[in-house]
């Protein structure tokens, strides 16, 4: 071959693999949500007039009373399926950053240790790097590769560095994640493996903030966070809308879910105006927003005990629940009128409540979370205590991130009981307790 390489053909098969099909956005604009501000659909990360955040715009004429089951037939199972809901995604990318819808599990055994009738999880730590900030980054790094940036980058507090990292592998960018120093290789090794930039930054994640700012402006680095802020959020829109389609679009009376920067729960509140707005739930009292964050952190869920329409920022969290360890919101003032219009609440259980919420839920249902999962069932737990939460409420729980992602922590790992040590030779299995057979579940055998 003459000394040559010969490069294997790779088509690009992503635009016309079956199943993606080209489902129009209705996005049209951005607007200020302080003060009205509208911008056309470009990179902007705050309002130009008045430094406000900026939300997408969507003009839904079309899909007003159309019938769901209509018009979602033959989409596939991802979150591609809600396209007219989100930013426009031209269709390689969004094929390519596309994730598969995840399970939203019944939880009966957890209902009764709640002492709530119906509960279900909708569990997102089935997602590639193991938490909800997939499909943000996903969403995100599809807009930026489409307005042909060519780097991306987060401000993360661990999750959505492995998540704009992979997403980053995905469409062929180089990724740079700003994080506070000292994360736990559990959060930094995926970004490791996907070829992702750490860039470690002294301090508090909000100091790591500031820098990935400046980074942005200086380096052209679009930060799914920052300065693709608008589009980012609305990739968090999709947890609510598979939820309500699993649901058969019959809202639940409670929805809980953590706050870190506050914009999954203002993203949930917009998926529910909207879903609204066309008429695919019922309008009138929808689910209450049940948000929680770590007492050690929690400069939202203070607001709300307050009363007060002022969130101080923390300016040093400590909190097993690093994943919330965000001490100065960027969408808190949205979460926060959200929570009070939905007639929601906001919590904060201690580390305790968060630890024993954590193992409640893996021995009743068999799954794992990290601690920003645990305090949203720790809450749930506390507000049916208080009676905000009520025994027939048909509750969901939004787990957004898996356990393995944060078993470094010595408080955690000190749940369960000591191993038994056996002779190799002479095992002593006298020391296995194997209990009675469990009850035959119904319609099993
Ligand atoms: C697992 C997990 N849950 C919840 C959150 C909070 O999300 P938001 O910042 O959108 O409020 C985060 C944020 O980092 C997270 O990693
Ligand atoms: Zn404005």
Same mark, same amino acid.
Not at 371 to 388: C, D, F, K, Y
């Given at each position: ?15 016309s693999?079956?199943?993606?099909l ?22 902007h ?20 009373g159309?019938?769901?089951?209509? =018009?979602?037939?033959?989409?596939? =199972? ?45 569990? /997102? ?32 507090t ?7 990292a ?10 740079f ?9 559990s ?5 490791? +493996? ?8 002294e301090?508090?994640? %909000? ?30 829109k ?14 639940? %009376? ?38 929680? +964050? ?7 869920a %203070?607001?709300?005990d307050?009363?007060s /329409?002022?969130?101080?920022?923390? $300016?040093?969290?400590?909190t097993?629940? $690093?994943s919330l ?15 009070r ?26 799954i ?8 949203? *069932?720790?809450t749930?737990r506390r ?7 009520? =025994? +027939?409420? =048909? ?18 790992s000190?749940v369960?009981?000591?191993? *038994?040590?056996? /002779? ?7 020391q ?10 119904g319609?099993?055998?």
């Amino acid at each position: 071959m003459g000394g040559s390489t010969v490069e294997p053909v790779v088509r690009e098969s992503v635009g016309s693999a079956p199943g993606n099909l080209a489902i129009a956005s209705l996005a049209r604009t951005l607007r200020c949500v302080e003060c009205g501000h509208e911008t056309r659909l470009e990179v902007h990360q705050s309002c130009p007039a008045c430094l406000g955040p900026l939300a997408v715009t969507y003009d839904l004429s079309t899909l007003r009373g159309s019938v769901p089951s209509d =018009r979602l037939s033959g989409r596939p =199972r991802s979150i591609g399926r809600f396209a007219e809901l989100l930013p426009p995604l031209s269709l390689p990318w969004s094929a390519r950053l596309d994730l598969e819808t995840t399970p939203l599990r019944p939880a009966p055994r957890l209902a009764e240790w709640l002492g709530v009738e119906t509960v279900w999880l909708k569990d /997102d730590t089935v997602l590639p790097t193991g938490s909800f900030k997939d499909r943000p980054a996903s969403v995100a790094v599809a807009f930026a590769a489409a307005q042909g940036h060519r780097a991306v980058g987060c401000a993360s507090t661990g999750n959505l560095a492995a998540a704009t990292a992979r997403a980053a592998v995905r469409a062929s960018l180089p990724c740079f994640v700003f994080v506070p120093a000292g994360l736990p290789d559990s959060k930094l090794d995926p970004v490791r +493996q996907f070829g992702g930039q750490i860039v470690e930054v002294e301090g508090p994640y %909000d100091v790591a903030n500031r820098v990935a700012n400046l980074a942005a402006e200086a380096a052209g680095i679009g930060v799914v966070n920052i300065t693709l802020r608008p589009y980012y959020t609305e990739g968090s829109k999709t947890l609510a809308l598979e939820t309500f389609e699993a649901l058969g679009w019959n809202p639940p %009376d409670a929805i809980a879910l953590p706050l870190g920067s506050g914009a999954l729960l203002a993203a949930t509140e917009r998926a529910i105006s909207q879903l609204r707005e066309i008429g695919w739930i019922p309008s009138g009292p929808g689910p209450a927003l049940l948000g929680s +964050q770590p007492d050690g952190c929690a400069p939202i869920a %203070d607001a709300f005990d307050a009363g007060s /329409d002022e969130i101080v920022p923390v $300016e040093h969290p400590r909190t097993i629940a $690093e994943s919330l360890a965000i001490g100065d919101p960027g969408s808190g003032y949205e979460a926060l009128r959200a929570i009070r219009a939905s007639r929601g609440a906001a919590d904060s259980p201690t580390s305790e409540e968060v630890i024993a919420a954590i193992r409640a839920l893996a021995r009743t249902e068999g799954i794992w979370v990290e601690p920003a999962a645990g305090t949203v *069932i720790a809450t749930l737990r506390r507000l049916r205590e208080a009676g905000t939460v009520r =025994r +027939q409420d =048909r509750v969901v729980a939004f787990l957004t991130g898996a356990g393995w992602k944060i078993s470094h922590a010595v408080a955690l790992s000190r749940v369960g009981s000591a191993p *038994i040590h056996l /002779d190799p030779v002479h095992p002593d299995l006298s020391q296995l307790h194997v209990g009675p057979r469990p009850e035959a579940l119904g319609g099993a055998e």
